[in-house]
């Protein structure tokens, strides 16, 4: 997937808005001012960073290759990096940029919660890959 649908699948997110507050290098995207993705735009790999409840971090590291623990200063238990240019289905990277979306949605306050629109796809029919 090229950082242009990345970037576009990432703005259709409820409420979701693009920052760049670490530099021209890093596309931070956000909900309620709270960050679900990242994109490293340095380097010769195209990797994102996104956020995802452990065990199943765990679980995706092992079965695909383009996954791996978030690199950088996150906490590499709740993030990993996904490497957008290495084979992986879109359909793999757009469930897991939901699924980051949802973390973070879910971390908010319910007031925050409640001023958000209404997720645009079914969770149920969101489950997990694995």
Known sequence: ??????????????????????????????????????????????????????????????????????????NRQHWNSVYLDRGLPSAVILHLLRHSYRRVVAGLTRSQRAQLPPLPWDEELDSPLL
């Open 1 to 74: 997937m090229d950082i242009e649908r990345f970037r576009e699948a990432c703005l259709a997110l409820p409420a979701a808005v693009e920052e760049m507050p670490f530099g021209d290098d890093v596309l931070t995207l956000k909900v309620a001012g709270k960050c679900f993705a990242f994109v490293s735009l340095r380097g010769d790999d195209l990797d994102a960073y996104l956020k995802c409840e452990p065990e199943y971090a765990l679980q995706l590291r092992a079965h695909y290759e383009a996954i791996t623990p978030a690199r950088s200063h996150l």
